[in-house]
């Protein structure tokens, strides 16, 4: 099961050159990467109403829900996306798509272990050990080696 959900990892991770790419082009075609984001965010969001309305069978949560959880959980992951899409957009044309998204990579990598290792947002800790650290430095050593061809 566990190689199940690594595969589904991969194939996850291998649409975001591929999204990353597309939104280039749309960031040039319409002349703003802000306006270039809010095509992609409101294609997924009229997507994600088809999704929940033929999945979930429901659109809305109930009010208790929202006023029993911190703010940031409502409003956080989405305007962190719109950070992350924009940058990709901005960085694309500048980096290439390789660098661009194996820098972003090593950003998620590191915020990763950090939340692994404090367990942020209530998630399971799971500390630093070596054999985490001499990865990210393989990561690092990436980075430059992507860039230095």
Not at 50 to 78: E, F, K, Q
Request: net charge positive.
């Amino acid at each position: 099961m566990i190689l199940l959900f690594l595969i589904g990892g991969l194939i996850a991770g291998s649409v975001i050159p591929v999204q990353a790419s597309i939104n280039s082009r749309l960031g040039r075609e319409v002349g703003s990467p802000f306006l270039a984001s809010f095509i992609s965010f409101f294609t997924g969001t009229l997507t994600l109403i088809i999704l929940a309305l033929v999945i979930d069978h429901r659109l809305l949560v109930a009010p208790h829900t929202l006023l029993n959880h911190p703010w940031w959980l409502w409003i956080g992951g989405g305007m962190i996306g719109v950070f992350y899409l924009t940058t990709n957009i901005l960085l694309l044309p500048r980096l290439g798509a390789a660098l661009t998204i194996v820098v972003t990579l090593v950003g998620q990598m590191i915020m990763a272990i950090a939340i692994d290792q404090f367990g942020w947002f209530h998630v399971p800790i799971h500390t630093l050990s070596l054999p985490r650290l001499i990865g990210i430095l393989c990561m690092l050593l990436g980075v430059l080696l992507i860039k230095k061809f």
